[in-house]
C-alpha cells in the first residue's frame, strides 16, 4: 500500500471529483441501461428466484433526480458545512441524530437514497426544514492513540419512517451558498432471508477518513504518528475528495445501481453488521463484499466463514479485503464506534493478554490467519496499472462475454490486486480467471481472479483488482477502463449476480482446479515469479 508525501495513503484510483450534469456524469449510466449485455432483456433472461421482502423493481420505478449530485464548485472550504450522525445505519422508521456545523446562518438537510432509477442514480426521500446553522469546534484526543472525535451538539434528530432499506447520502446545504457536503447512513435491512446482500465496508472508510488530521495510515508528521484507533464520532474527509461521501462513490455506488437497475434481490447492511448482528447474514443466497473492504475484526470474519459454510455465496468484488485484523470499541455515542488497529502487535496492549486479538495483518503473526482461507486470493501489491487478461474464458463467470484466452482490457487491474497462491490456506478446488502479467514494486507478477466452491455449496468470486466495482457505474478516474472492459465487467458481475441469488453456486457450476499458465507460487510470499 502506498504513501503520499505527506504519509497519507490516498484514495486508489481516484483524481478529485468533478461532478457535471453531463454525460460524462450520467452518460456511463445509461450506457450501461443501453448494453446488449446489461439490458433489463438480457437481466430478465437470467431472472432469479424470487426472493421475500425488498421491491428492487417498485422502487425503482419511482420518479429520480440528480439533485444529489454537489459540483466541485459547491464543496466551499472545509469548516463550510459538515456533519455526522450518531448510527451508522438504522431500521426503517428507527431515528438518528445529525451532528452538523456550519459557517452559514442556517442549512437544510436533504436525504437521497441511491439506486438506479432510470439512470438518474438516486431518489429524494426526505427533506428537512431550515435549520439554524452554528460552527462547532469541539473535539477530544486521546494522545494514547492519536484518536480525533468531535463532542458537537445534535442538529436534528431525522425519524426514517418510510424510507426503504439502502444506502444513502444526506446532502448538506448551507444557507448562504458558501457549502455542500455529504454525510452517509444506511437503512439495513432486517430480512436477508434469499436475498443478495450489498455490504458497506464502512471500517475501511474510517480507516482512511483523515478528519482532524488523523487516520489510520498517517498524521500532521506521517505514518509515524497514524491514529491507533479513529472514531466515527466526526464527518468523513478524505485526502482527495472532500465532499464527505466516505468511500461511497469510488467503491460501493457502482454495483449498487447495477444490482438495482437489473432487480437482483438485493438487502443491504454495513460491515459492522457482521460484527453486532451476525444473524442478519443467516439464510441469505449471497454476500456481497464492496471494492475496498480492508478492516475486519475476527466476529465480521467468522460471520462471513459461518455463512459460507452454510451455503451462502461470497462475493469480493475488489482487491486487498480482510487484509486488516481490527477490535471495534464504544465511543461516547455508542457501542462500535471505534476503530482499532496498531498494525504491529507488539505495540497493541492486547499482546499481553490475547495474541488472538492482536491487531496486524492477518496473514502475519502471532496469530497468521492469511485472508485467502475465506477469499480465495491472495493481497500482493500497489501501486499498479495493468491490463486485465482473461485466462479461462469458458468459465460460467465470462459467459456471453465475447471473451477467449488472452482477451485484454487496459487499465482493468489498477491499484491493488490479488493472486491465487500455493499455501495451505489456499481454498480446493479454485479456478483461475484472469491472468494478468504486470510489474509493481520492481518485481514481475500477476494479477488473478478466481472462482472456489465450498463443501457446504457455496461458490466464492474474488475480482482481484480494485477497478471493478467503478467498471459497473461511472468511468473510473484516474485510471480509464475502456468501453469493452466495461462492458466485459457488466457482462461478467451480472452472470454472477444472477447465479448467486439463486442459491449456492457450487451445486450448480462446481469448481475445478487449475493452474496458470506459470503454475502458482509456492511459499507465502507475496507470490512473485
Excluded at 475501511?204 to 466515527?232: D, K
Excluded at 469510488?250 to 438495482?260: H, I
Amino acid at each position: 500500500m502506498f504513501a503520499t508525501a505527506t504519509g497519507f495513503k490516498r484514495r486508489r484510483g481516484f483524481a478529485p471529483r468533478i461532478f457535471l450534469l453531463s454525460a460524462v456524469l450520467l452518460g456511463s449510466v445509461m450506457a450501461a441501461a443501453c448494453s446488449p449485455a446489461t439490458s433489463r432483456r438480457t437481466a430478465a433472461a437470467h431472472a432469479p428466484a424470487a426472493a421475500s421482502g425488498f421491491d428492487v423493481a417498485a422502487e425503482n420505478a419511482k420518479p429520480g433526480t440528480t439533485d444529489w449530485v454537489i459540483p466541485s464548485s459547491s464543496v466551499g472550504p472545509p469548516n463550510a458545512v459538515q456533519g455526522y450522525t450518531d448510527k451508522v445505519s438504522v431500521t426503517a422508521g428507527e431515528s438518528f441524530r445529525l451532528y452538523v456545523s456550519t459557517t452559514a446562518p442556517a442549512f437544510t438537510a436533504i436525504a437521497y437514497r441511491f439506486g438506479y432509477y432510470r439512470g438518474t442514480g438516486a431518489r429524494q426521500v426526505w427533506q428537512s426544514r431550515e435549520t439554524k446553522g452554528q460552527l462547532q469546534t469541539a473535539t477530544s484526543f486521546d494522545k494514547a492513540t492519536n484518536m480525533v472525535s468531535c463532542a458537537w451538539s445534535p442538529s436534528l434528530t431525522i425519524d426514517t419512517k418510510g424510507w426503504p432499506e439502502g444506502d444513502y447520502l444526506i446532502k448538506l446545504v448551507a444557507s448562504n451558498g458558501a457549502g455542500e457536503r455529504y454525510v452517509p447512513i444506511t437503512v439495513r435491512s432486517i430480512d436477508t432471508s434469499g436475498r443478495v446482500i450489498l455490504v458497506v465496508g464502512v471500517t475501511t472508510w474510517q480507516a482512511y477518513n483523515g478528519w482532524g488530521g488523523y487516520s489510520l495510515y498517517g498524521g500532521p508528521r506521517g505514518h509515524s504518528e497514524r491514529s491507533r484507533a479513529v472514531s466515527f464520532d466526526r464527518p468523513y474527509d478524505d485526502y482527495n475528495a472532500h465532499d464527505g461521501d466516505g468511500l461511497f462513490f469510488q467503491f460501493d455506488q457502482g454495483v449498487v445501481t447495477f444490482a438495482e437497475q437489473h432487480d437482483i434481490p438485493v438487502a443491504y447492511e454495513t460491515d459492522l453488521e457482521l460484527e453486532t448482528h451476525p444473524e442478519l447474514f443467516k439464510g441469505a443466497a449471497a454476500i456481497v463484499s464492496d471494492g475496498h473492504d480492508e478492516y475486519y475484526s475476527l466476529q465480521m470474519r467468522n460471520t462471513l466463514t459461518a455463512a459460507r459454510d452454510t451455503g451462502t455465496n461470497l462475493a469480493f468484488l475488489g482487491a486487498n479485503a480482510i487484509f486488516r485484523h481490527v477490535r471495534l470499541a464504544p465511543s461516547d455515542l455508542g457501542e462500535d464506534r471505534v476503530v482499532i488497529c496498531y498494525k504491529e502487535a507488539p505495540t497493541d496492549p492486547m499482546y499481553a493478554t490475547d495474541k488472538s486479538l492482536t491487531t496486524q495483518n492477518w496473514r502475519d503473526a502471532p496469530d497468521p490467519r492469511p485472508e485467502n482461507a475465506l477469499t480465495g486470493g491472495f493481497y500482493q501489491c500497489n501501486p499498479v496499472n495493468a491490463p486485465y487478461v482473461v485466462y479461462d474464458p469458458a468459465n460460467w463467470i465470462f459467459a456471453g462475454a465475447g471473451v477467449t484466452q488472452g482477451s485484454s482490457f487496459p487499465g482493468l487491474v489498477y491499484p491493488e490486486y490479488d493472486r491465487v497462491v500455493d499455501i495451505a490456506t489456499t481454498p480446493h478446488p479454485i479456478e483461475v480467471l484472469s491472468h494478468s502479467p504486470l510489474t509493481c514494486g520492481g518485481h514481475t507478477s500477476y494479477q488473478e481472479s478466481s472462482y472456489y466452491t465450498a463443501p457446504s455449496g457455496a461458490g466464492v468470486f474474488d475480482a482481484g483488482t480494485m477497478q471493478w466495482i467503478c467498471a459497473l457505474g461511472t468511468q473510473c478516474f484516474p485510471v480509464a477502463v475502456t468501453p469493452s472492459g466495461q462492458a466485459f465487467v457488466r457482462t461478467a458481475t451480472l452472470n454472477l449476480l444472477t447465479v448467486f441469488a439463486q442459491g449456492p453456486a457450487g451445486k450448480v457450476h462446481p469448481a475445478a482446479d487449475n493452474t496458470a499458465a506459470d503454475h502458482v507460487p509456492a511459499g507465502e510470499g507475496l507470490g512473485l515469479d
